[in-house]
């Protein structure tokens, strides 16, 4: 994957073409699914390809997000284990497949809302000790150049000031830009991050105004996608994250996880 590339070519994708993805692109999502890395390996979770994307949109009124309805040709279907950290770890895991199909000029949309578990039961096996989390739909944009590589200006999202709290020096400019244009519900861009020298840097979900609490649900799914961005942005520039829990939360601020860095 081109991680520049990738990063600034995506966006959410809500009309795509009506038609199949390759068999050849099949094979590598296929590939991907299983060889994805997670942020916490011990939560199990389960990412189901639905290839007949009607099976999705003929239940979709029970999943409809903050889009709205959107018609794909293919789906992804995310259930996992309710443990302390699942959420963030949805976020850190999904959002890889996401950039990897933008590289590959592949359309994609992460598609919210609570979804019942049994409006999947004539679609997939969903494990006893899971539920449904999250769709992601995905196929070939109807416009082509809808993933065409965008200005960094061009997003609508916070200044670098709001995304990260401490002073930084110019060299986390080009990383943490790259963390500011990650996707989130509804454009909240509920993340902060904190640093400590060039060794330490800790995330953060906002917890204090009301969107923010009634969104809550995908806040920490929000803040596992931006440290997906975090974490390839800094092995763009050959950084190594590694990532711990000290759980220490501030006033408004939720605490999530503490990111080490190695080779600065």
Known sequence: MNIENAIYRRKSIRKY??????????????????????????IEMNIELIKDGKKIQDISKGIVGSYGKIEAPHYLVITSEEKNGY??????????????????????????????????????TIKENQKPVIVISFGYPESEQELDVKESSSF?????????????????????????????????????????GDTKIEAFAKTGNLITKKLMHFSDLDVGIAIKHLELACKEENIKTIYTKTPHDLKGLKYILTIELENI
């Not at 068999?23 to 997670?38: G, H, M, Q």
């Not at 959420?87 to 809302?113: P, R, S």
């Open 87 to 124: 959420l963030e770890n949805i976020g850190y895991t999904l959002e890889e497949i996401v950039l990897e199909l933008a590289d590959k000029g592949i359309g994609t949309c992460w598609i919210g809302g609570f979804i019942k578990k049994n409006l999947l039961k004539d679609v997939m």
């Open 17 to 42: 073409k009506n038609s199949s993805i390759s068999e050849e692109d099949f094979d590598f999502i296929n590939k991907l699914i299983k060889e994805v890395p997670r942020l916490y390996p011990k």
């Open 156 to 196: 609508k999202r916070k200044k670098l000031e709001e995304v990260i709290y401490e002073p930084f020096e110019d060299k986390w400019m080009k990383i943490f830009d790259k963390v500011r244009v990650a996707p989130s519900a509804v454009n909240l861009q509920p993340w902060v991050f904190t640093m400590e």
